[in-house]
């Protein structure tokens, strides 16, 4: 990925999926999803963008939601 605006992924399941994504754009929309599965963006187009994401990738999808409760589970139970 060329762009100055790289993100680094925080889930398992994004690390391993972007190491067979040559496609910039297709990086950003694994990125995208990840992000959106931390915190939800507002607006129309942001959850029809995610909905598509979803649709192509369900297992992915699945993968990082479940990696995120868990850490979120993870998170509420130190405290």
Do not use: C, K, Y
Not at 30 to 51: D, K, T
Request: charged content about 25%; overall charge positive; proline content about 6%.
């Amino acid at each position: 990925m060329t762009s100055p605006h790289v993100a680094i992924p925080l889930t398992n399941a994004v690390r391993r999926a972007l190491r067979s994504v040559s496609d910039e754009r297709a990086a950003m929309d694994l990125l995208f999803l990840e992000a959106w599965e931390r915190q939800p963006l507002p607006g129309a187009a942001a959850a029809l963008r995610v909905g598509q994401i979803r649709r192509a990738n369900p297992e992915l999808a699945a993968e990082v939601r479940a990696e995120i409760a868990g850490a979120r589970g993870a998170g509420s139970a130190a405290r």
